[in-house]
T-cell receptor, first 116, second 115 residues
Framework: AQTVTQSQPEMSVQEAETVTLSCTYD???????LFWYKQPPSRQMILVIR??????QNATENRFSVNFQKAAKSFSLKISDSQLGDAAMYFC?????????????FGKGTHLIIQP | DAGVIQSPRHEVTEMGQEVTLRCKPI?????LFWYRQTMMRGLELLIY????????DSGMPEDRFSAKMPNASFSTLKIQPSEPRDSAVYFC?????????????FGPGTRLTVL
């Protein structure tokens, strides 16, 4: 079974600075998808960014980018120019790319604090 | 377009009572997922459906839990009888199964408290 590990229960960063959240995963598959979800206090789960394992290029979405290291099974999220609205729980998630619409396997999350 | 709709948003019940959580997926989506979120175990997949058919229910914790999807626009998650350890936030998510990307859209969740 796949596992996802987020080793940082909490991170703090000054507003406008850059922060990197870590994620590692374990799988025997060669093709899969990785995601970062944001969960603000409203508890709504919001997709931040997605990476297909077969793509070597790291995904970017505005101020959010990932560092995908397939061999190391590492998938970190970098947030540039941190804003107060970025404060939330961030979850790393894995999904097989198999034919079925399999569910997501989540890490335990990182609580991101933005210091004004 | 409306997103995934869940009801109720909050539910407080007493141990032993039956609890039914409801979900309306995004129109046109053909995959539906139920997740549970607790402090101890994080976010866990309970069950998912493709085209109204349950595909994997290995995450359902006990026989007290059951889920149905009678049609493409409605699903229920039932707990009978409920126990205090069932207290959690339950999320429903849906996706369109056209390719491997299958982004899952989450509902706002139901916070369940069992006293």
């Amino acid at each position: 079974a796949q596992t996802v590990t987020q080793s940082q229960p909490e991170m703090s960063v000054q507003e406008a600075e850059t922060v990197t959240l870590s994620c590692t995963y374990d799988t025997s598959e060669s093709d899969y998808y990785l995601f970062w979800y944001k969960q603000p206090p409203s508890r709504q789960m919001i997709l931040v960014i997605r990476q297909e394992a077969y793509k070597q290029q790291n995904a970017t979405e505005n101020r959010f980018s990932v560092n995908f290291q397939k061999a190391a099974k590492s998938f970190s999220l970098k947030i540039s120019d941190s804003q107060l609205g970025d404060a939330a729980m961030y979850f790393c998630a894995y999904r097989t790319s198999g034919g079925g619409a399999d569910g997501l396997t989540f890490g335990k999350g990182t609580h991101l604090i933005i210091q004004p | 377009d409306a997103g995934v709709i869940q009801s109720p948003r909050h539910e407080v019940t007493e141990m032993g009572q039956e609890v039914t959580l409801r979900c309306k997926p995004i129109s046109g989506h053909n995959s539906l997922f139920w997740y549970r979120q607790t402090m101890m175990r994080g976010l866990e997949l309970l069950i998912y459906f493709n085209n109204n058919v349950p595909i994997d229910d290995s995450g359902m914790p006990e026989d007290r839990f059951s889920a149905k999807m009678p049609n493409a626009s409605f699903s229920t998650l039932k707990i009978q009888p409920s126990e205090p350890r069932d207290s959690a936030v339950y999320f429903c998510a849906s996706s369109l199964r056209t390719s491997g990307k299958n982004e899952q859209f989450f509902g706002p969740g139901t916070r369940l408290t069992v006293l």
